[in-house]
T-cell receptor, first 111, second 118 residues
Framework: TQLLEQSPQFLSIQEGENLTVYCNSS?????LQWYRQEPGEGPVLLVT?????EVKKLKRLTFQFGDARKDSSLHITAAQPGDTGLYLC???????????FGQGTTLQVKP | GAGVSQSPRYKVTKRGQDVALRCDPI?????LYWYRQALGQGPEFLTY????????KSGLPNDRFSAERPEGSISTLTIQRTEQRDSAMYRC????????????????FGEGSRLTVL
């Protein structure tokens, strides 16, 4: 069974602080995605990473895929209240289209 | 709109009743996924289809749960003899392309169907 472990589960920080969310597994994934979900809405895709060691930047968000394609991280610089939400990693195991999600990280950024 | 549409948005039923949840994906989207999501948690995989073919149903909790997508478009998730533990948000998502080793399509999620079993 492929599992994605996210940490931390909850994060409450002040505006302007930096943070990192981790997504780890013992399994190899052919690709990994990060989604953000706001209350009452469905998840929305932020980024897809497919190559081991790949780094992608989206404004103040930096995403990294581990060299072995078993883990990923999301780093937010100078967090803003608008970044508040549930962050989800989702992995596609090799040879399957079964996209599985981590448990999520709830981020609260206080003004 | 042109997004993924789910109905009903809210369903309250009594234990033992059957329920059918409908998902209308974005037109032309090949893959369709069903997930179950608890509040503040990540979506739990149930099943997915490429066109009309059910590719993986390993996440369906038991044989009371079934899903179909007979014409490769609209899908129905059916729960027979509902139990209180079935209460949850059920989310459908669709993707333009089939997921594969070199590509992963963006999943577009519907607003979900919240099921409450009394």
């Amino acid at each position: 069974t492929q599992l994605l472990e996210q940490s931390p589960q909850f994060l409450s920080i002040q505006e302007g602080e930096n943070l990192t969310v981790y997504c780890n597994s013992s399994s190899v994934f052919s690709s990994l995605q990060w989604y953000r979900q706001e209350p009452g809405e469905g998840p929305v895709l932020l980024v897809t990473v497919v190559t081991g060691g790949e780094v992608k930047k989206l404004k103040r968000l930096t995403f990294q895929f581990g060299d072995a394609r078993k883990d990923s991280s999301l780093h937010i610089t100078a967090a803003q209240p608008g970044d508040t939400g549930l962050y989800l990693c989702a992995g596609l195991p090799s040879n399957t289209g079964k996209l599985i999600f981590g448990q999520g990280t709830t981020l609260q950024v206080k003004p | 709109g042109a997004g993924v549409s789910q109905s009903p948005r809210y369903k309250v039923t009594k234990r033992g009743q059957d329920v059918a949840l409908r998902c209308d994906p974005i037109s032309g989207h090949v893959s369709l996924y069903w997930y179950r999501q608890a509040l503040g948690q990540g979506p739990e995989f149930l099943t997915y289809f490429n066109y009309e073919a059910q590719q993986d149903k390993s996440g369906l909790p038991n044989d009371r749960f079934s899903a179909e997508r007979p014409e490769g478009s609209i899908s129905t998730l059916t729960i027979q003899r509902t139990e209180q533990r079935d209460s949850a948000m059920y989310r459908c998502a669709s993707s333009l392309i089939r997921p594969g080793p070199t590509n992963t399509g963006e999943l577009f999620f519907g607003e979900g169907s919240r099921l409450t079993v009394l």
